[in-house]
């Protein structure tokens, strides 16, 4: 019988340009890409069959990585495709075939490009790529499923969703023509940050102030319907779906407005449970909390404070909803954010990721080359592992085995 293959864990430092892949848990570096720039904000997308998707921000390309193919005499780099960047979003709908890149801000001041990539992995004359202009901004997406899925961006800024059919983008026009949506709908916040999407119901979810938005599509056109409440103050900046438990996670900020003064932001766990309606907040501690991952039977949470930083490990099956099981704490960054300044404009961040295949969390320390492995089933054991860059502003993770249902989340993280 062949020897199952371990978990993996890839580490992009998307300053340096490279991208190892580990065996968990001893750190052995399996393969590895070098001049590669991962586009941070747009992050990792988990696609079907243990394979993951990332856009290069300075070759302008979406690579489809195989980590798991050496293994069977294939290669890393399963498909490369180009696309627009600065990369702000990327999505894909549940095959894992169709998926589209928004543009954003990059290393600028504001928004300045409106362009839309619209990728086909399985195109009858082999991948394809089609830019159209949409509207300028920060535009999160998703993309439906079924035979003829659309591309919903998020705007905001005015807020209004946009939803563009994928086989009518594929047959645009060379050159970048402008395209006007299939059904639109306004948004009524102008604030919204963090998307999501349900492949069972097909409903698409919208974090803002004033709540998280549903959005169903029938008939040729949206449909709004009510909006879920974040139950108390602060909001939520990003979403993220349990594709297992089928459950929705953010984490809600409170506090002061001033970003100088982040150590007095407030941080609470939300979720919402899709079948059942329920849902609540639990409290993680001040500082800055953004990004989770979700393992088999925890949500994991990276908070950052200068009194010190911990990885918050919820146990989410407990009788009374989820709660804090641990708090581990995680050796400091030298290059941390302080009080006073912005707690993401140069300085070392975290990044974290987890699959809902295992109980493995990894947790980077910025400026350091270091990940912290931690196993939420038992959190006294931990282990560092160490890489060959210094990952400064945190670099970037994800988390992989062999058949990982991590794909039925199909937006990047």
Do not use: K
């Not at 069977?72 to 169709?98: I, K, M, N, Q, S």
């Not at 005015?158 to 594929?170: N, Q, S, V």
């Amino acid at each position: 019988m062949a020897t199952p293959l371990p978990p993996r864990l890839l580490v992009a430092d998307q300053v340096a340009g490279t991208l190892t892949v580990l065996n968990l848990p001893d750190g052995n570096e399996s393969s590895a890409l070098h001049g590669r720039h991962l586009a941070e904000h747009a992050g990792f997308l988990a696609l079907p069959g243990g394979r993951v998707a990332f856009v290069d921000d300075r070759a302008g390309e979406l690579l489809v990585l195989d980590p798991y193919g050496p293994d069977r005499d294939r290669p890393l780099v399963a498909a490369a495709v180009p696309v627009a960047v600065p990369a702000e979003h990327l999505a894909a709908d549940p095959t894992g075939r169709r998926l589209a890149v928004t543009t954003g801000l990059g290393r600028n001041e504001e928004p300045w490009s409106d362009l839309l990539t619209a990728v086909d992995l399985g195109a009858p004359e082999g991948r394809e790529a089609v830019r159209i202009r949409t509207r300028t901004g920060e535009p999160g997406v998703t993309v439906t499923g079924g035979a003829d899925p659309l591309v919903v961006l998020r705007h905001r800024e005015p807020g209004r969703f946009a939803a563009y059919r994928h086989r009518t983008l594929m047959a645009a026009a060379p050159a970048c023509p402008r395209t006007e949506p299939d059904a639109d709908l306004a948004l009524p916040d102008d604030d919204g940050h963090g998307d999501a999407h349900d492949p069972v119901t097909g409903r698409l979810f919208a974090a803002a102030g004033s709540g998280v938005h549903r959005l169903a599509y029938g008939d040729g056109r949206l449909t709004a319907e009510e909006a879920l409440p974040w139950g108390g103050p602060g909001r939520g900046y990003y979403l993220r779906l349990d594709p297992v438990r089928r459950t929705l996670w953010s984490c809600v900020r409170g506090g002061p407005a001033d970003p100088g003064r982040w150590p007095e932001w407030s941080n609470d766990a939300w979720w919402y449970g899709l079948d059942s309606g329920r849902s609540g907040r639990v409290p993680l501690g001040p500082g800055l909390v953004f990004r989770l991952a979700v393992t088999a039977r925890h949500t994991a949470f990276a908070r950052v404070h200068p009194d010190g930083d911990e990885l918050v490990l919820l146990a989410v099956d407990s009788p009374g909803g989820p709660r804090v099981s641990a708090r581990v704490g995680l050796a400091p960054m030298a290059g941390a954010p302080r009080a006073g300044g912005t707690p993401w404009d140069g300085v070392e961040r975290r990044a974290i990721a987890a699959s809902p295949a295992g109980s493995l969390v990894a947790v980077s320390r910025g400026g350091h080359g270091q990940v912290e492995l931690v196993d939420a089933e038992r959190p006294e054991w931990r282990r560092t592992l160490t890489v060959p860059t210094p990952l400064h502003e945190g670099g970037h993770l994800a988390l992989v085995h062999p058949d990982d249902p991590a794909a039925g989340d199909p937006v990047g993280r």
